[in-house]
């Protein structure tokens, strides 16, 4: 019988893959139950996606860092209606932005909190329905503005008239598509994301990352070897080790006081880590005195 399995995998989707292809193939070959990801990648888009396998997934809700970096190129001169190289040309220009205008504008219009539209081809749901389906049908929509941050946002030397590489480190919700979008139409001429490649997603990074094609010749016992810890998304909570009656009770729904377990516990972050011979139990909260659990894992 094989023994649950629980854990990350930083998996590199390539190019043309579906995102939820990607936990389809991994459930099959390895008999996963339970898969998650973060954050779906578009089919034209390549690179980070990490899978959260069995009880990892219930860890996804608590993460902290969201940030997650890219490199895109941006193709001037065309706009097209998906923002990428899949869609139909809406838009052209023969202005071509300097070096100098691109970095003015990025640093003036693109860094720290903005406002963006997602493309119409996304998965924005629009009175229930995802976006792309509506348009796919030729139903005209409206998608609302959404705040984003961007922590970093940086132009390469352009490759040549047509086409600049960026490098960004943004927010979970961040559109690639419609910001390269919007730094064509704030430069004067349009443009759509000819390459995206993300490369770090909260702690996984491309360098460390496995394709799928690789890690789905794997056997089971290999695979265990590319399997990260269930807690490596939440180094932002504090681990606290108790005995297992005390761990036994918070896994049972009850609230501990500190007292009864001899501990002074203090931490910057409320979120606190429960584990039991180096095991994780549960996630908690530590609200003054008490340790009040969230959300149990079995190990």
Known sequence: MQKSVNGWLNIYKEKGQ???SVSKFLKKKFKFKKLGHLGTLDPLAEGVLPIAVGEATKSINFIKNNKKSYTFIIKWGEETDTNDGEGNTIHK????????????????????????IPPIFSAVKVNGQRAYKLARKNIQIKLKEKEINIFKLEAKQPINNNFCEFDVICSKGTYIRSLARDIARKLGTV??????IRTADNVFNIENSITLKKILALDIKDMYEKLLPVECVLSHAKSIILEKKYSEMLK????LNLKLISKKITSEN?????KSSSKLVCIANLEKE??????????
């Open 93 to 116: 220009s023969k202005k071509r932005p300097s070096y100098n205008d691109i970095n003015y504008v990025i640093k003036n219009f693109f860094i720290g909190k903005i406002k963006q």
């Open 252 to 255: 049972n729904g009850m609230i």
């Open 290 to 299: 008490y340790i009040i659990p969230r959300r149990n894992f079995n190990l």
């Open 18 to 20: 579906a995102s939820f």
């Open 270 to 274: 409320k979120l606190i880590l429960v």
């Open 191 to 196: 443009g759509y994301a000819y390459k995206i």
